[in-house]
Nanobody
Framework: VQLQASGGGLVQAGGSLRLSCTAS???????????MGWFRQVPGKEREFVAA????????IYADSVKGRFTISRDNAKKMVYLQMNSLKPEDTAVYYC?????????????????WGQGTQVTVSS
């Protein structure tokens, strides 16, 4: 499975961005079996969990730092996962990565993700 994140850019604090992640190399049925997650990383810091969504979209989990501001969703027919980011803050500035896990339930642990995409840069100016 190949993942490609897009939608990053430069936005002012308080603004919004919508990230997209496209999966290729897997059938729609295969994609729909994956837990999908978003992580982010700032240079010099460890990659951190942002959000994850179960294969059927029935449950989602979020990092405390983004809860109430970010929303993860997925469209299995299109093999895509999204991250709607509202009320952005300068501390949200990072490279954002999407990832796929074969786990049954949503997980926030990096080592439980099997596939990773290239990141997309999000910069929030104050």
């Amino acid at each position: 499975v190949q993942l490609q994140a897009s939608g990053g850019g430069l936005v002012q604090a308080g603004g919004s961005l919508r990230l997209s992640c496209t999966a290729s190399g897997a059938s729609g049925r295969t994609f729909s079996s994956y837990v999908m997650g978003w992580f982010r990383q700032v240079p010099g810091k460890e990659r951190e969990f942002v959000a994850a969504i179960k294969w059927n979209g029935a449950s989602t989990i979020y990092a405390d730092s983004v809860k109430g501001r970010f929303t993860i969703s997925r469209d299995n027919a299109k093999k895509m996962v999204y991250l709607q980011m509202n009320s952005l803050k300068p501390e949200d500035t990072a490279v954002y990565y999407c990832a796929a896990s074969l786990k049954y339930s949503s997980t926030r642990y990096m080592d439980e993700y099997d596939y990773w995409g290239q990141g997309t840069q999000v910069t929030v100016s104050s």
